[in-house]
């Protein structure tokens, strides 16, 4: 049964009225509001849900801030994820328009708002970032702790924006050149880095993890190395001669690494400004792995053979990477 308790301040005012729902069985459930009439009302639909038997707690979605749930998942699951950092700088994001609210608060209408606020001033791939991370906090709340939310996952009822136009981004007639030619001024890794991109389609988290316990050069095979939170399963990557040249002319190290660099922001930031020197503004590095996956292609061989080089699990993700000149396919086409 309901029970009613006046709420009152300091000074004796009445503030509002504490709603108490006991019965056996299920555990004792309490909220305040300001009126009578709304902790009754309250109270009556718990009641009623007890007695169906589909009441389901909400006082730890309604007691819990969005902003809770971010620094929570932030601190448990991301230093799990690689390209953490890109998740923890969406959900600060989403923390800054939405983390005030309460979990149970948390509608698809207030989840559209931020939809279309954030469009204005980002890209659409970079909401369907934000929104794909918010997603995934939701699932790990429910999954992982046992949280009901009493509006489900908002994110999979309201429209994602439509994905953007996958970039077509090659390497055109002397741009290699000026590239490297601007690396070798750079230094350090970048001149090795980008020839390594180039020739094995990795990318940039799995490069910087590479160890030389991995490499067998006589046999030309690169063991990549698993990334914190993958499923830790050997795979092994031939290796062009043009790889295994550049593996021979890197500086070895003393702790193991094959690269000196240590995160994929500080390979990024390098390559960023060597493409600046080189008049290349509009390069990414990723678009080397483009360019590799492109080439493979180039060379005759099919799609499992370069699935198995690239990485790409699917035929719809390693179209999504590739951009195959027409004039290259002709040459083929001629045996060339």
Known sequence: MAGYYEQRD??????????????????????????????EAWATVVESEMVRGVFVSRSEAESTTLADAIKQYIADVTPLLHGSAGAISSLRQVDAFLGRYSLAAITPILVSQYRDARLKV???TTVRHDLACLSRVLVWLEKERGVFLPMGNP??????????KGRERRLEAGEYERLMESARAYGGDMPYLI???????????????M????????KRVLTV??????????????????????LTSVPRRIDGRVWGMTSPNSVSKAFTE??????????HFHDL??????RLFELGLNPMQVSAITGHKTLQMLKRYTQLRPEDLARLMDGG
Do not use: C, Y
């Open 195 to 209: 020839d390594w991109a180039i020739e094995t389609a990795m990318r940039r988290e799995k490069i910087i993890a």
């Open 211 to 218: 160890r030389w316990d991995q490499v067998d050069i006589p």
């Open 225 to 246: 190395p698993s990334l914190v939170g993958e499923k830790p399963v050997p795979v092994k990557l031939p290796l062009s001669s043009r790889a295994v040249a550049v």
């Open 122 to 124: 980002v890209s659409t």
């Open 10 to 39: 300091q000074d004796g005012i009445l503030i509002g009225w504490q709603a108490r729902v006991r019965k056996k069985g299920f555990p004792t459930q309490s909220k305040v509001f300001r009126a009578r009439r709304e902790a």
């Open 289 to 294: 792995r483009h360019e590799a996956t492109s």
């Open 155 to 164: 994110v999979r009822r309201i429209r994602l924006p439509r994905p953007a």
């Open 274 to 283: 060597v493409r600046n020197r080189a008049g290349l503004p509009d390069l």
